[in-house]
């Protein structure tokens, strides 16, 4: 017995010891060790059991990958009905055809031996999941490459893993959607949201309605074909494709093209600007539904999948308040708040996509009831959950949480499927470890506590402290009420050229969070495979690495961006709504500046940051040494950049950045000097350098430059020991 | 008088020291001078006169190119009929809607003053041409922007300049062929010539014979409405597409589908190597005239263009002369040789084409008679031209010449139009300078001699004897027939990553050469231009700078590339066929390694022989610091490329090369110090440098190490001084 536990123990502490495998999302569960397979140029693939075309493809375009990376010219490069395992191979058994849909089964184990690499899945779309998992798999040394000796059992913790990606703002053409799939698909994400009409604009073809193309696109929208031709490309990858039609606010384009759906009669233009805007459809008039009814039919034809979301956020109201006739409407149908009404428009639409059998999806304020803060507190309090709900709302409606825990709590407590957007907004440029920790069931694990942001917040603290008190809020069957999650990636503030670098690594954690096991959970471990993995998703033509000097290139007009690129790469883009202050970005404005090159949660940043950090396993001797190196390849940058920027204005963003840098350096090198040199250093920090390094810190050009705290930790650190 | 003639003296010396615009192409005529024009938020654009939308279109992505590269915040954006100038603007005046065709009116003239930018043009296409040139001028000082102070009149030389981009082998998705049409736009090309069929795949929907695209495309193909979505796309850059559909030889692929049209009954797959292979269609059979007239009625009705081009080239002949009825057809019909039985079947495919309102292109095999070198020869010495080619091929029908200047003339001189492509291959990956001496009208300028891999010598020789003994071979009139040249990249050897680095920049001095005027040829020149316009290039979403270090990041794993990056930029492909020699390379294997990473013509090999060639401008002793330092960071890079390839055999390729960087950098390094010790270093080269220096100018993995011999060079000089 004894013996059992101290082996039982001996295990456990390998395990704990052995580092996590190059893998993101993390498989439910693996087991590490065994021999190699070695990836030889007779390599082969067969498929057993009755699979969709997806399969075959896919395992196609594994060969590609895998050769792309290992330089292996590979004998056999097709994978079809009539491929056969001769000698060593993979071999992928199937169960039956997957259809794509939401809580299809997408399990799959994968076994890798010296001889065999076997993998099994119930459907297809599994085996497409750990394709994706052996690709990051191939490993290599001296001799070659191959995958490592493994088990893998695993399947997704939830089953609804998306994300947004709007069009009105800025339009993202077919190649960036393309590629956006494909490193969806790599980290196991499936649900591509295309979010398609707001008040910037309508971003698809409509032959019901052409003017919503015509007028409200500038040209650039999806024809049919193209959506068919994404939504193949994504079924392909085992990915769904949600459409969003976001009514009765965010509607000034419809508005625009078809003014007679408007609640008020006034002069529509599309807004070149970002915000909440005040026009929406007019919910009392007959001819609204008339108008609804084709076009929500045309485009759900359009989109093959079961769910439609049809917006419902924001609708300020004001419009609605502001005309006597709907005032008199909602008198007549007792209907008190303009959330009310709403409610009412909803359960239209819902009906017209019943009809087109189709499940709506709202944001949360299509089931939210208008209360005050006060009252809906003691609803809270007193576990009167259902008082805190519209009534009427359709049972099958699906609710996408983006301000909070209030909702996602209410709507599953009140039996309503729901989604987690909140804390997953990937457009705010938040550092990846935010968007890890949030858990879409933090009901019941340890709490994040939400940003300052928060927009919705009424008895969020409550919460909180609730689960802080070890409350269980949700029972099992209600936790299972929550879908899962959906990064969001609103384009205001993005081009086709940045989009890249704004969504991805950091979506990869997401990801992670979606699919793997709620205990996965370790920070560093996080970024160490963030890094490798952010790595493996440019081989998909993603820009978010290579567009950095690109950026530069354009800007400074020649190749030598070297200290361009060194600089850039320490400056990160002011968090959450702040760029939205000063209110001159337009759906025309340049996005191709300095915060547009910068990135959120720069690698070079961490890198440094742990280089000034005590205790990172090297003597202090060599630390000193290092840090100079940097600090003076610091100035060297700083001053070229100085230069570059004397002949090309759209580099003045950079100046203050560029000058703070430089003083920095010096002082942390005048520091280096005095301690080696054994000189007064206690007293080295003094108002002068504390005012150094406050301004250095101060933002610019919407930019942070981050290696300032990190260097006055060290300088200070070393003064005081 | 004498006053005059100093007055014009002077002005020369002026125009001969002034440095030329920074455009490519360089514009026919042009003053520099005046004040700049500079650009502001205000800034305004107004179309004048009957204009077609492509104008407005063109306009406003004219504002977003300026707008991406100043980082200006434009108060206008969009330009339509109603926008107006108020104030300092570009005023663009047209006269007429230009129809795109063959020999449309292109030109332009362009005059920047300090209150406005006037742009005139007999057609919009004319226009789109000089808003190119004006995208070129954006300059900036201390200030901000502006339009240097210009007067420009401007014109093509010919009205044929093309690029080919070929689908069979590799194909090229939408977004690569948008990204080349946006780039040839940049540059003034007009033709987009879109290579459909071949040995190795058939790459555009049928909807008469489906089974061209469902089996032989691998499932890579456009669809109909991404062919309409190219032409529309090329359309409004005022570049027109031709298609090419190859027969009766390289035809594989058709034969594939529809085994019926084959001159020899024999079991069929798709190619999967490059080469010249027997699968010819059987011209014999009507079936196969009822076949081609519904598929190129199909194709011709999805290109709008007049021309069609219909392949004939390298038809082997052998399938005709292996099959008795085909042998006893040409008996009956008097046809001696397989190209008359060839020039039959053109005919009849020429009627179909005509039936359809096209006109027929062909490679020039089309015309040429197959005549034994020495009567050729003769032929041509007696000046009967008309013996050369073979009879009753149309007149209209275009001849486009790749295998030289026989050809070239031929036509010429029996009246054919023919566009040139001999010595525009692009995929041969040969230096700018190259392409750019290689004249469409050779007959008149300085000769340039042919590549040694001239595959139809018959009598070139004696045509540049003729040249260069100052005899003019063809009449103005002739020359009129030469309607331009084409650059051709055959996709053999590159993938969708590498192929814009194969194209770009180097395809922009072919462009310079077809617009620009015969006399503009001073290399140096084109070189300092290239290389400012190649990273311009690059804001249209080119990959040809940014997937080098993207390719190494994939090999290596990890975006420490920094060595790997400075090695490769010092390595070419070897130029030429000699890649094709191994035969390992197909359709599948990778593309991805250190041949495809190394392109042609580098910028560091030229900028590394600058620094090493004697009267570069700074003293002796500068130059020994810079070359040290020089060969200092080769020795660090060489040995971190060595440790690289340690753990990532994919790497391996540049083994010998990094191990020669390294010994060539110690031998130059011993050199300098002797030479600087005042040491003995006339016999300082010995057997044993020699040998190294030899060793590493050799190939290695399809790659040539080209600062080898500059470095030989650089120490031979110095110690022979």
Same mark, same amino acid.
């Given at each position: 017995?004894?013996?059992?536990?101290?082996?039982?123990?001996?295990?456990?502490?390998?395990?704990?010891?052995?580092?996590t495998?190059?893998?993101m999302p993390l498989?439910?569960?693996?087991?590490?060790?065994? $021999?190699?397979? %070695?990836?030889?140029?007779?390599?082969?693939?067969?498929?057993?059991?009755?699979?969709?075309?997806?399969?075959?493809?896919?395992?196609?375009?594994?060969?590609?990958?895998?050769?792309?990376?290992?330089?292996?010219?590979?004998?056999?490069?097709?994978?079809?009905?009539?491929?056969?395992?001769?000698?060593?191979?993979?071999?992928?058994?199937?169960?039956?055809?997957?259809?794509?849909?939401?809580?299809?089964?997408?399990?799959?184990?994968?076994?890798?031996?010296?001889?065999?690499?076997?993998?099994?899945?119930?459907?297809?779309?599994?085996?497409?999941?750990?394709?994706?998992?052996?690709?990051?798999?191939?490993?290599?040394?001296?001799?070659?490459?191959?995958?490592?000796?493994?088990?893998?059992?695993?399947?997704?913790r939830f089953?609804?893993r998306?994300?947004?990606?709007?069009?009105?703002?800025?339009?993202?053409?077919?190649?960036?959607?393309?590629?956006?799939?494909?490193?969806?698909?790599?980290? $196991?994400?499936?649900?591509? %949201?295309?979010?398609?009409?707001?008040?910037?604009?309508?971003?698809? *073809?409509?032959?019901?309605?052409?003017?919503?193309?015509?007028?409200?696109?500038?040209?650039?929208?999806?024809?049919?074909?193209?959506?068919?031709?994404?939504?193949? #490309?994504?079924?392909?990858?085992?990915?769904?494709? @949600?459409?969003?039609?976001?009514?009765?606010?965010? =509607?000034?384009?419809?508005?625009?093209?078809?003014?007679?759906?408007?609640?008020?009669?006034? *002069? #529509?233009?599309?807004?070149?600007?970002?915000?909440?805007?005040?026009?929406?459809?007019?919910?009392?008039?007959? =001819?609204?539904?008339?108008?609804?009814?084709?076009?929500?039919?045309?485009?759900?034809?359009?989109? &093959?999948?079961?769910?439609?979301?049809?917006?419902?956020?924001?609708?300020?109201?004001?419009?609605?308040?502001?005309?006597?006739?709907?005032?008199?409407?909602?008198?007549?149908?007792?209907?008190?708040?303009?959330?009310?009404?709403?409610?009412?428009?909803?359960?239209?639409?819902?009906?017209?996509?019943?009809?087109?059998?189709?499940?709506?999806?709202?944001?949360?304020?299509?089931?939210?009831?208008?209360?005050?803060?006060?009252?809906? $507190?003691?609803?809270?309090?007193?576990?009167?959950?259902?008082?805190?709900?519209?009534?009427?709302?359709?049972?099958?409606?699906?609710?996408?949480?983006?301000?909070g825990m209030?909702?996602l709590?209410?709507?599953?407590?009140?039996?309503?499927?729901?989604?987690l957007s909140k804390g997953f907004y990937i457009?705010l440029v938040q550092p990846a470890s935010y968007h890890y920790l949030n858990d879409p069931i933090p009901f019941r694990n340890e709490v994040i506590v939400p940003d300052s942001?928060a927009?919705?917040?009424?008895?969020e603290?409550?919460i909180i402290?609730?689960i802080q008190?070890?409350?269980?809020?949700?029972?099992?069957?209600?936790?299972?009420?929550i879908?899962g999650g959906?990064a969001?990636?609103?384009?205001?503030?993005?081009?086709?050229?940045?989009?890249?670098?704004?969504?991805?690594p950091r979506t990869a954690v997401i990801a992670e969070r979606l699919w793997s096991p709620a205990e996965i959970r370790n920070v560093k471990d996080m970024y160490r495979r963030m890094?490798?993995?952010?790595?493996?998703?440019?081989?998909?033509?993603?820009?978010?690495?290579?567009?950095?000097?690109?950026?530069?290139?354009?800007?400074?007009?020649?190749?030598?961006?070297?200290?361009?690129?060194?600089?850039?790469?320490?400056?990160?883009?002011?968090q959450?709504?702040?760029?939205?202050?000063?209110?001159?970005?337009?759906?025309?404005?340049?996005? =191709?500046?300095?915060?547009?090159?910068? @990135?959120p949660d720069?690698?070079?940043?961490r890198?440094?940051?742990?280089?000034?950090?005590?205790?990172?396993?090297?003597?202090?001797?060599?630390?000193?040494?290092?840090?100079?190196?940097?600090?003076?390849?610091?100035?060297?940058?700083?001053?070229?950049?100085?230069?570059?920027?004397?002949?090309?204005?759209?580099?003045?963003?950079?100046?203050?950045?560029?000058?703070?840098?430089?003083?920095?350096?010096?002082?942390?090198?005048?520091?280096?000097?005095?301690?080696? =040199?054994?000189?007064?250093?206690?007293?080295?920090?003094? $108002?002068?350098?504390?005012?150094?390094?406050?301004?250095?810190?101060?933002? %610019?050009?919407?930019?942070?430059?981050?290696?300032? *705290? &990190?260097?006055?930790?060290?300088?200070?650190?070393?003064?005081?020991?």
């Amino acid at each position: 017995m004894k013996l059992i536990k101290l082996l039982v123990f001996l295990l456990c502490v390998v395990h704990a010891g052995a580092q996590t495998p190059n893998l993101m999302p993390l498989p439910a569960k693996y087991t590490q060790g065994g $021999k190699n397979f %070695h990836i030889r140029t007779s390599f082969k693939i067969e498929v057993e059991g009755e699979a969709d075309e997806r399969i075959y493809r896919e395992a196609s375009r594994f060969y590609q990958r895998i050769a792309e990376r290992t330089g292996i010219f590979f004998k056999s490069w097709i994978v079809n009905a009539s491929s056969k395992l001769s000698g060593k191979g993979l071999l992928i058994r199937i169960k039956a055809k997957g259809v794509l849909a939401l809580g299809v089964d997408e399990s799959y184990s994968l076994r890798v031996e010296e001889n065999q690499v076997l993998l099994l899945a119930n459907t297809d779309i599994g085996a497409i999941r750990g394709l994706e998992t052996l690709v990051q798999m191939v490993d290599s040394d001296q001799e070659g490459y191959f995958f490592k000796g493994m088990v893998i059992e695993d399947e997704p913790r939830f089953s609804w893993r998306g994300l947004l990606v709007s069009q009105p703002y800025h339009f993202m053409p077919m190649d960036v959607i393309k590629r956006t799939i494909d490193a969806m698909a790599a980290v $196991k994400m499936n649900v591509l %949201h295309f979010y398609i009409s707001d008040d910037q604009g309508y971003r698809i *073809e409509s032959k019901v309605f052409p003017r919503l193309h015509e007028m409200a696109s500038d040209g650039m929208y999806f024809t049919h074909a193209q959506v068919k031709e994404m939504v193949q #490309y994504a079924d392909q990858r085992g990915i769904r494709v @949600v459409p969003e039609i976001d009514v009765p606010g965010h =509607s000034t384009a419809i508005i625009y093209a078809y003014p007679h759906l408007a609640s008020i009669k006034r *002069e #529509y233009e599309l807004q070149d600007h970002w915000g909440v805007f005040d026009p929406t459809l007019d919910p009392t008039k007959p =001819s609204t539904y008339t108008f609804l009814d084709s076009l929500l039919t045309e485009v759900a034809s359009l989109f &093959p999948d079961t769910y439609f979301h049809i917006g419902g956020d924001e609708n300020t109201g004001r419009d609605w308040k502001r005309n006597p006739a709907i005032q008199s409407f909602m008198k007549e149908n007792g209907l008190t708040t303009t959330l009310a009404l709403q409610n009412y428009f909803n359960r239209k639409v819902q009906t017209i996509l019943q009809k087109n059998g189709k499940i709506a999806i709202g944001w949360d304020e299509v089931l939210m009831k208008e209360v005050d803060a006060k009252t809906a $507190k003691q609803h809270f309090l007193d576990g009167q959950f259902d008082k805190l709900i519209e009534t009427n709302v359709p049972k099958d409606m699906v609710i996408q949480s983006w301000r909070g825990m209030e909702a996602l709590l209410s709507s599953a407590k009140n039996g309503y499927k729901s989604i987690l957007s909140k804390g997953f907004y990937i457009d705010l440029v938040q550092p990846a470890s935010y968007h890890y920790l949030n858990d879409p069931i933090p009901f019941r694990n340890e709490v994040i506590v939400p940003d300052s942001e928060a927009n919705f917040d009424r008895f969020e603290s409550d919460i909180i402290k609730k689960i802080q008190q070890g409350e269980k809020l949700l029972t099992q069957e209600e936790e299972k009420l929550i879908l899962g999650g959906e990064a969001t990636m609103w384009t205001e503030h993005v081009s086709a050229e940045t989009f890249d670098s704004r969504v991805w690594p950091r979506t990869a954690v997401i990801a992670e969070r979606l699919w793997s096991p709620a205990e996965i959970r370790n920070v560093k471990d996080m970024y160490r495979r963030m890094d490798i993995v952010s790595v493996q998703l440019e081989s998909l033509g993603l820009t978010h690495i290579k567009n950095r000097e690109m950026l530069l290139r354009r800007l400074l007009g020649s190749d030598d961006v070297g200290s361009l690129s060194n600089v850039v790469q320490y400056l990160e883009p002011v968090q959450g709504y702040k760029r939205n202050r000063a209110n001159n970005f337009t759906r025309f404005s340049p996005y =191709s500046l300095m915060v547009d090159i910068a @990135v959120p949660d720069q690698k070079a940043v961490r890198t440094v940051t742990n280089l000034f950090t005590s205790g990172n396993g090297i003597n202090e001797s060599e630390k000193l040494n290092q840090v100079e190196m940097l600090l003076r390849q610091w100035m060297v940058d700083a001053k070229k950049v100085q230069l570059d920027i004397n002949q090309k204005p759209a580099l003045k963003d950079f100046l203050p950045h560029a000058i703070s840098l430089e003083k920095i350096a010096v002082v942390g090198l005048n520091f280096i000097n005095s301690y080696r =040199s054994g000189g007064k250093i206690n007293g080295f920090w003094d $108002k002068e350098k504390e005012a150094i390094f406050n301004t250095a810190a101060k933002e %610019h050009g919407y930019c942070e430059l981050k290696v300032v *705290e &990190p260097l006055r930790r060290f300088i200070l650190d070393l003064q005081d020991k």
